[in-house]
């Protein structure tokens, strides 16, 4: 794969919108902060490139097709030569509202300490988002603005360079993309007050921003368009990233609550018996996979009675492998207990072994992973409940392997002209997840 558009435009300036539009019109995964903060493997090439050395972009973006926001806005120069059939779009917005915006959300209180947590700050300080003084100052900020826009007008060809105020909407990115223009709104998010209403949730909870700063993309209230009832380790974040480029919107999973873990308190209290505001809890969100939401199936169809359920399968010997490997080995399981996400887990339990038809038990469980034929009780469990409780007009059972093609069927959705994703198989999944914990920790 290779990218066929790059966004130029700074943070701040509808780069997330951009995203999920260029990912519904089929030319995605985009490539935005959000997933550079997700892959740090990449920031020694993004340091690299800010102090002038070489890199190979396809190390980076073999896996995408369009790129928005920083770090690559950066480089659109260096992006713009390396993939010539590409199209450029600069995203821009009035200054003054832009500055605001920047001093409201990325470059307000604490998102410095987060990154210095992660790890990820040397590459947001070389990209010139961290703690430069400057940045705080709008004289020095705005004459970047102009300046960055400016050269950019300069740089690329004016047949190659869309400059583009998303509050335009589909119309005009359309027609300079050569894209039909979808018959569904174009997506608004991650709004000043969207970001900020965050940023006061977590800190109300005691928590950084992380979810705030790396998963911003919170939009209007929404009610769930589709319910993901597949467990865990059957492809489930390959499916949120392909429910979000066929633009159902943001999907809820796992990694959501990695990256923010004060979304768990909420199911803690759930499984505890307690009551679930679900608008509440997805609320920004179009569509829902994995873990937790997977055992609340049930509740959230009747919720959302319009809702489709897609119940994600494989091999269940594979699966079993998977689970050991990953969400159950003894190196993912030391990382979350004592962490924030500790009481949810341990909540979640007994739930998971109801599933399974394994009787409760009093206290703690046993140390270490259930017995496989638990988990083959509990995969075969659930796949039993979902087909007897869900009638057969309303759900899909669903291999990732399969492609597009039965989903987009399913959901009624054109299938896009890109490789379905394939993402978090069991030998990168301890880079997914583990991490975020630690920082959060």
């Known amino acids: 794969m290779s ?26 995964p985009c490539y935005h902060m959000s997933e550079a903060l997700e892959h740090p493997e990449h920031w020694p090439l993004w340091e690299t490139a800010a102090s002038g050395g070489s890199v190979d972009w396809h190390s980076i973006f073999s896996d995408w097709g369009s790129t928005t926001d920083a770090p690559a806005c950066h480089f659109y120069r260096e992006l713009a030569a390396y993939y010539p059939d590409a199209k450029v779009v600069l995203s821009e917005r009035d200054e003054e509202r832009w500055f605001a915006s920047t001093q409201n959300t990325i470059l307000s209180g604490g998102t410095a300490g987060f990154h210095e947590a992660r790890g990820s700050l040397g590459m947001v300080d070389a990209v010139g988002w961290g703690t430069d003084p400057r940045l705080r100052d709008k004289a020095y900020m705005l004459d970047r603005y102009r300046r960055h826009n400016d050269e950019v007008r300069r740089t690329i060809p004016a047949d190659r360079l869309l400059v583009y105020d998303p509050a335009e909407g589909w119309a005009p990115l359309c027609r300079f993309l050569g894209r039909p223009v979808p018959d569904t709104p174009f997506p608004r998010v991650n709004s000043t007050d969207d970001f900020r209403a965050m940023i006061a949730e977590r800190e109300h909870t005691g928590g950084s921003i992380a979810d705030a700063y ?26 949120k990233a392909a429910l979000e480029q066929l633009g159902f919107g943001r999907c809820y999973h796992m990694a959501e609550i990695f990256n923010a873990p004060w979304r768990a ?141 039965p989903l987009c069927r399913f959901l009624g959705v054109e299938a896009p002209p890109t490789s379905f994703p394939r993402v978090n198989d069991s030998g990168t999944f301890h880079d997914h997840f583990s991490p975020a914990v630690a920082a959060e920790a």
């Open 265 to 405: 308190e909420a199911w803690t209290q759930y499984f505890q018996g307690g009551p679930m505001d679900w608008d509440k809890v997805f609320e920004g969100f179009g569509a829902t996979v994995d873990a937790p939401a997977c055992l609340a199936w049930r509740s959230l169809a009747d919720r959302y009675p319009a809702a489709k359920i897609v119940l994600t399968v494989r091999d269940r010997e594979a699966w079993c492998e998977s689970m050991l490997n990953t969400v159950l080995s003894e190196r993912h399981q030391s990382s979350i207990m004592g962490a924030p996400l500790a009481p949810m887990f341990q909540a979640m339990n007994g739930p998971f072994m109801q599933v399974a038809g394994v009787p409760p038990t009093q206290g703690e469980p046993p140390p270490g992973p259930p017995p496989r034929e638990v988990l083959y009780a509990l995969y075969e469990g659930q796949r039993a409940a979902v087909r007897e409780g869900v009638p057969a007009e309303r759900l899909l059972e669903f291999d990732v392997r399969e492609g597009w093609e």
């Open 214 to 239: 790396e998963k911003a993309g919170k939009g209007e209230a929404a009610s769930l368009k589709v319910i993901g009832a597949g467990l865990p380790r059957t492809g489930t974040l390959s499916m």
């Open 3 to 28: 990218l066929k558009v790059i966004g130029a435009g700074f943070p701040r300036t509808a780069t997330w919108s951009l995203k999920l539009a260029l990912e519904q019109l089929g030319l995605g």
